[in-house]
């Protein structure tokens, strides 16, 4: 005896003997009588791995996953807990012969791997939760590359710089990584605003007050005495710097995102506080008129402190510095970047000769494995 069944909600069925057929609609499909049991769990007739078929256009996909995913991950340090607002995106390359990722999967293996981590690490590093994520994604779902995006915001404290008063700060952690065959390649990246002085307005402010001062009977010399012991005048803007640091495949590189938070905020004209005295106001804003800065010199300078601040990175490390300022004299903002292998910068900054090409992030991402 066989019996024909439909998927949906059993609304057709074809019970066939060799005496009498009962037929209610059309049968989809038949199966065995004897295979209907336990088929309640797993792949069965009745719950077909529909992702697992053929697709219709055998055409491979690029990246097929899920976005938005959001966790909150508690983390224990030191006997204070500390809180992580996290999301994620996960993706598979998926092969020509595969009609679906298994979608279902990748919140198993978020929800699985979360904990894993929390629990067996001293610290949170966004790309290492990253790694393992894209590594067992790779795994369960079959696939020949997985990747995985991290981003975690949380608070740390820090003293303001003349009070000490203790006031908190929201910082961003990126975590990338790409498991394929050939290993994992991973990505460890920070965000931080911070605050700027314009060079060229204070040039010109200089200016007109050099003019004035020698107008009203003051030497040279004591105009240089004078802007050397009272900053000049220029508009500001608020920053924001983003640094990321691409890790080859293995590659033991540990780096503490402290240390990269400290080059993105020592980049820019002055750190900024969300709570200050006013001992502390006049400070920053003294020290941010004593270092005036373009975007072009963040980001150079966020490119110097790689170079000369983390000898221990290879030349295959990839280095990627970006600083946004927004305006207040203008209505739009302006953006700089720079981005490239360790070893390109390393040779530019030796010999003054430019490269001919720089290494874009999803270059140095989608080399893994390739």
């Not at 500390?82 to 092969?95: E, I």
Request: with cysteine.
């Amino acid at each position: 005896m066989w019996i024909n069944v439909a998927h949906r909600g059993l609304r057709r069925i074809d019970i066939v003997s060799d005496s009498t057929r009962i037929r209610l609609r059309q049968p989809l499909f038949a199966v065995p009588v004897g295979t209907l049991e336990g088929m309640s769990q797993g792949v069965t007739a009745l719950n077909p791995d529909v992702q697992a078929q053929l697709p219709a256009l055998r055409v491979s996909l690029s990246r097929v996953g899920v976005t938005e995913i959001e966790k909150i991950v508690r983390f224990s340090q030191g006997g204070t807990e500390q809180l992580f607002s996290a999301r994620l995106q996960c993706f598979v390359d998926l092969g020509r012969d595969q009609k679906g990722a298994h979608m279902s999967r990748f919140e198993e293996v978020v929800n699985e791997v979360i904990g894993e981590v929390v629990l067996g690490e001293s610290t949170f590093k966004a790309e290492w939760l990253a790694q393992r994520i894209a590594e067992l994604v790779r795994e369960r779902q079959g696939a020949a590359r997985a990747e995985v995006i991290v981003s975690a915001r949380y608070p740390e404290h820090k003293a303001a710089p003349v009070s000490g008063i203790r006031t908190q700060e929201i910082y961003t952690l990126y975590g990338s990584a790409i498991a394929s065959q050939a290993g994992t390649r991973r990505m460890v990246g920070v965000a931080a605003q911070g605050m700027t002085a314009c060079p060229c307005a204070q040039q010109l402010v200089m200016g007109s007050s050099r003019e004035r001062l020698l107008a009203d009977g003051f030497s040279e010399d004591e105009v240089e005495r004078i802007f050397e012991h009272v900053p000049v005048a220029t508009h500001n803007q608020r920053g924001l710097g983003t640094l990321h640091i691409g890790v080859p495949e293995n590659a033991d590189t540990e780096l503490d995102a402290r240390t990269l938070l400290d080059i993105v905020e020592g980049s820019m004209s002055s750190e900024i506080y969300e709570l200050m005295k006013r001992s502390d106001e006049a400070a920053v804003v003294e020290k941010a008129h004593r270092r005036p800065r373009f975007v072009e010199d963040c980001v150079r300078e966020m490119i110097g402190a790689v170079v000369a601040g983390l000898p221990q990175l290879s030349g295959e490390h990839f280095v990627s510095a970006r600083q946004e300022n927004l305006e207040t004299i203008h209505q739009h903002n302006v953006v700089c970047e720079r981005f490239g292998m360790l070893d390109e910068l390393r040779h530019e900054l030796a010999t003054g000769e430019h490269a001919g090409h720089q290494t874009t992030m999803r270059e140095w991402l989608d080399a893994s494995g390739r």
